[in-house]
């Protein structure tokens, strides 16, 4: 079989511009997506009486005994034929003979491609939403399993203010929320169907887009055959959520090498998730969350990559979008292998509570409510600011907690510290009192967790 636009040519393809130029190598995954595109194109240009009705079932019958091949890895891949659209083309023709050359009527590769993209893209998005769905639930139920663990707060690395352990678990869910925002966002944009765009003025066929749009379950139709061909704005899209998401990911995977280490000795991941050293025995390394770490790089390069592409392309179809696919692939299949990794990694983790407790045992912590005390008092905050941290200075100069401070040692930065404060240097107390809308008081965190569970209960 001829390629298509043999016609014009009168010299072969160089081998090595095949090879260049070919994308059957990484197009082939969208095989199933090309088929049944291919399906609802033929069956509407039965309908249309484009071509006849027996053709048109030799050309269903003929793409059913494709998908079955390739289900079986009985297909036979050429690379002279470029992609994987021209591949079961060409396959079709030779199994039902020329009425298989009848399937392009009122369609291009571009998009036919198009089409095929939006459609895995759809499916795609589909599964990891679920998957973030179910990283979800791990979250929220660690925040309920240790609803009240109290841990060291961070700003600057530094320990800060008491928080709940739940609190800290549950700022992730949220994150998770807005990301799974704009996946959805995602799906909306993929949701035009761009066949019967042509190559890109369209079709002077009686096609109906409608009734393949409907078929295909898509929810609109691009209104412009030009934008139909040449948009990749849906991968854009995707792989700015996946930069976003993967870098909330990536936060929490350094958290949790962070904890596991023996200077914080927080957490210790289950073996099932580390690896060792092949000199030091001691070692217990964190690979999965490095890796989760480390894949961040790859994912926002592909962003990049696809950007610098479209950014000075023409209207409409370049060959430079070919470029749209590998990335997108891969960053895909990273985000697929990597959220149940880690899904069951904070599962399985072990939470020391000793150390935590341990932790937060630092009355240093507790210092923001010695200002609020003193405001309380009447004292202006910026004065009972200083006066806390002059406190604080003194306290760490002569090695003495401030618990421990006698009334007349602590009266000489403010006469209100002589007062009786041993309730204020209590973490669980300084954490109670966080009890503003998104505290991490044990109440404002109970009903967090409520709103996280509705959400989830409610299939978002």
């Known amino acids: 079989m001829k390629k298509p636009w043999q016609g014009r040519f009168e010299k072969e393809t160089d081998r090595a511009v095949l090879e260049f130029s070919a994308s059957l190598g990484f197009d082939r995954r969208l095989a199933p997506w090309d088929i049944r595109g291919s399906a609802a194109h033929a069956r509407m240009l039965s309908a249309q009486g484009i071509i006849s ?46 009425t298989g050359g009848k399937l392009h009527t009122g369609r291009s590769r571009n998009d036919q491609v198009a089409l095929d993209m939006h459609l895995y893209v759809k499916d795609e998005v589909e599964e990891i939403d679920a998957l973030l769905k179910g990283l979800q639930e791990v979250l929220v139920g660690l925040a309920e399993k240790y609803e009240e663990v109290i841990v060291p707060g961070y700003t600057h690395l530094q320990r800060a203010q008491p928080v709940l352990l739940s609190h800290h678990l549950l700022a992730y869910f949220w994150m998770l929320v807005r990301d799974r925002g704009r996946l959805k966002g995602v799906f909306e944009r993929s949701d035009l169907m761009p066949l019967g765009a042509g190559a890109l003025a369209g079709t002077g066929f009686p096609i109906d887009r409608e009734a393949v749009a409907a078929e295909l379950g898509f929810d609109g139709i691009y209104e412009n055959s030009i934008d139909a061909v040449s948009d990749r704005d849906y991968i854009v899209e995707f792989l700015s959520f996946a930069a976003i998401l993967i870098m909330h990911l990536s936060r929490l995977s350094e958290e949790l090498i962070i904890w596991s280490t023996a200077e914080f000795n927080f957490i210790e991941l289950d073996d099932a998730f580390t690896t060792g050293s092949s000199m030091m025995p001691q070692k217990k390394n964190p690979d999965v969350a490095e890796l ?41 299949d990273t985000l697929k292998a990597l959220l149940p990794l880690l899904g069951s990694m904070l599962e399985t983790m072990k939470v020391n509570e000793e150390a935590l407790a341990a932790a937060v045992d630092d009355d240093y912590l507790c210092a923001t409510d010695l200002a609020d005390y003193l405001v309380r008092e009447g004292v202006s905050f910026r004065e009972a600011h200083h006066a806390v941290g002059q406190l604080i200075a003194y306290s760490r100069k002569v090695g003495i907690r401030l618990s421990e401070l006698s009334p007349d040692k602590r009266s000489r930065f403010h006469s209100a510290l002589s007062d009786e404060i041993g309730g204020l240097l209590n973490p669980a107390t300084v954490a109670q009192a966080r009890l503003c809308r998104g505290g991490t008081a044990p109440g404002a965190v109970k009903v967090q967790l409520q709103k996280a569970r509705t959400l989830l209960d409610g299939g978002s």
Do not use: C, W
């Open 53 to 98: 009705e027996e053709e048109g079932l030799l050309i269903l019958q003929g793409l059913e005994d494709i998908a079955a091949e390739i289900e079986a890895g009985k297909f036979d891949y050429d690379l002279a034929f470029e992609d994987i659209h021209m591949n079961i083309e060409k396959r079709l023709i030779e199994k039902i003979g020329p």
């Open 292 to 332: 989760i770490r480390g894949k961040t790089g790859r994912v926002y390069g592909s962003l990049f990559a696809i950007l610098t592409t479209l950014k000075a392309l023409p209207l409409a179809y370049n060959k430079d979008m070919q470029e749209d696919k590998e990335g997108l692939f891969d960053v895909i």
